[in-house]
């Protein structure tokens, strides 16, 4: 489209919209379409570059086409804009009907966001519409169609830059702009159609290739595939009898294909998973769970079931498919240790540190005063407030962890929320495991400054003191050796039902049940003895320092605030001590 005088539009003009409008419509494929709009925008509507972007199946959008500069295409063809940074542009600056116009006053706040955009340059504007190289102007393209006149599902947007006249659009080329999206729109659709048509035909064919498949060629797939497969009946009284086996079922349970023709599933599953086999649908299941050989040792396998009927919709069989993943499984154990266990010391990670702490909280501050409930439980021994027992007597331990979010490598970081000497803590309370307080021992806290004997469950946060300088003067390498054995002879001082976790850096928390005041002072000094004494490392002796915190855990805390008292306790512990005695030795 020339640039000319509004509202004087020649023929040609018109003529030469309509013509790029059809060439939209005539593309082969998605890809040409696409092109087609970009092109069109610059051949027809009198704009010098043009790009037309799509949004993807996460809602992000992507350059998919650009026209009207070779080098600007190649330079952001495929990248992405997130939705949200496109919803923010296209909620700014003037509404030309369906168009988004954003001067260049306003623009400049969008130069940091994730939008792929090119620069243009040249002198300032020098009358009122004047095209600024800054300005921008963005053209939605919305599904069509939409009843009420409802606003349709965002497909894409066009943007255009630096108009050949120079001048900002007027109504003539806003209305132009506005009706070639809208086409635009249709023509994306409608490539879009014909490309999943295309799809559904090549599936099609390739269903019927399936069913044109012999029987010949079915049981060489069954008797000869790697993994167990095998045929059973499906409804009646003999619903699950397994009818016929390949070799490799044969092979994974140790039994002939006449003695498993004696069984079904349910005869061979383990019993805790018998459960798991009865919820599996005979209309396309999947189960993981464990089968009996016949030596009764038991092995992993992926369970997936399918029905089958012949053509004349006879008799209906299930077909299983059974695949060996004890490998799997052995690894997935490992793997869920590695998510739960310090990769440096072994040791519980922050995550799992909060799962076992929170195990043992409930919302209920413990004291509040006792309930019917409470006092029934009481009576029947299921409501204890301590634990009878010195700590050095029998191990009382949270049965399951939950770990503080920390880094397990060096410099650790903590989620947001409550800032303590540089550590966060998430104080945000959720609902807690035992809300319905049905068989629940709530933690006493021993109070006061005298040790009244109460036992309670103790927190102790440990900072080393001086390990910086071993980083900085030795390296990482003798800071993580450092560090694992800081953590071996923690694991070493407490019981074998105590938690000992790293949080990152170079902190630790240990959680110890059962304990009195004077219990986890004399642990806490016991601790700090064993950390404080040298640690060879290469040839040399190094020393670091520990500052102990200790915290008391209660019912009506959550973790991050168990962990916050222990982290203020540690601190004023730390400031307490004249500063070379907080140094390594």
């Not at 005041?517 to 000094?525: G, P």
Request: some cysteine.
């Amino acid at each position: 489209m020339e640039a000319e005088s509004e509202p004087y539009v020649r023929l040609a003009t018109l003529r030469q919209l309509h013509q790029v409008m059809a060439d939209m419509n005539t593309a082969r494929s998605l890809a040409d379409t696409l092109q087609t709009v970009a092109e069109g925008i610059v051949s027809g509507l009198g704009y010098e570059l043009a790009a037309v972007n799509l949004v993807r199946s996460d809602g992000d959008l992507v350059v998919a086409a650009f026209a009207g500069d070779p080098a600007a295409e190649a330079l952001i063809t495929g990248r992405v804009g997130s939705r949200a940074s496109w919803e923010r542009r296209l909620e700014m600056g003037e509404a030309w009907g369906d168009l988004r116009f954003i001067p260049h006053t306003e623009g400049w706040v969008l130069d940091e966001d994730d939008v792929p955009q090119w620069y243009t340059g040249g002198p300032d504007p020098r009358f009122e519409d004047e095209w600024h190289p800054c300005d921008r102007l963005f053209a939605p393209m919305r599904t069509p169609n939409v009843p009420n006149g409802a606003a349709g599902e965002l497909i894409g947007v066009i943007s255009v830059d630096r108009p050949r006249n120079g001048r900002r659009p007027g109504a003539w080329g806003r209305e132009a702009l506005q009706v070639y999206a809208f086409q635009a729109a249709i023509a994306i659709s409608n490539a879009r159609l014909r490309a999943n048509m295309q799809r559904a035909l090549v599936r099609l064919e390739r269903e019927q290739q399936a069913l044109r498949a012999s029987e010949e060629s079915f049981r060489q797939a069954f008797e000869y595939a790697p993994s167990g497969m095998a045929i059973a009946e499906l409804g009646g009284d003999q619903h699950g009898r397994i009818l016929r086996t390949n070799d490799a079922l044969c092979r994974l349970l140790g039994r002939p294909a006449s003695a498993l023709r004696r069984y079904s599933f349910a005869d061979l599953v383990h019993p805790e998973d018998i459960g798991t086999l009865l919820r599996t649908s005979a209309e396309g299941g999947r189960a993981e769970l464990r089968l009996v050989r016949r030596d009764g040792t038991y092995v992993w396998v992926s369970l997936r079931n399918s029905v089958v009927a012949d053509a004349a919709d006879g008799p209906r069989f299930l077909l299983t498919h059974v695949e060996d993943i004890e490998e799997r499984k052995r690894r997935e154990l490992q793997l869920a240790h590695r998510a739960s266990h310090d990769s440096l010391t072994g040791l519980p990670n922050s995550a799992e540190l909060r799962s076992r702490l929170s195990a043992r909280l409930c919302q209920r501050p413990h004291a509040l005063p006792p309930s019917a409930a409470d006092s029934l439980d009481a009576a029947y021994g299921s409501h204890a407030a301590g634990h009878p027992g010195a700590y050095e007597g029998g191990a009382h331990s949270a049965d399951h962890p939950v770990v503080y979010e920390g880094d397990a490598g060096q410099g650790a970081g903590h989620p947001a929320g409550y800032e303590s000497g540089g550590h966060a803590f998430d104080l945000h309370a959720g609902p807690g495991p035992y809300d319905a307080f049905d068989h629940h021992v709530h933690i006493a806290t021993p109070e006061g400054g005298v040790d009244d004997g109460t036992k309670g469950l103790a927190v102790l946060f440990c900072d080393l003191d001086g390990f910086k300088s071993i980083n900085d003067r030795f390296g990482h390498n003798a800071g993580d050796a450092v560090l694992i054995e800081v953590a071996r002879r923690l694991s070493n001082g407490v019981r074998d039902g105590d938690t000992v976790a790293r949080l990152g850096g170079d902190e630790f928390v240990v959680l110890a049940d059962g304990l009195g005041k004077a219990d986890a002072q004399d642990l806490a000094v016991r601790l700090r003895n064993e950390i404080i004494q040298p640690i060879r490392v290469d040839g040399r002796a190094m020393r670091v320092g520990a500052s102990f915190g200790i915290g008391w855990a209660h019912c009506g805390m959550t973790a991050d605030e168990v962990l916050k008292s222990a982290d203020e306790r540690m601190y004023v512990e730390k400031r307490s001590r004249p500063k070379q005695h907080r140094r390594a030795g």
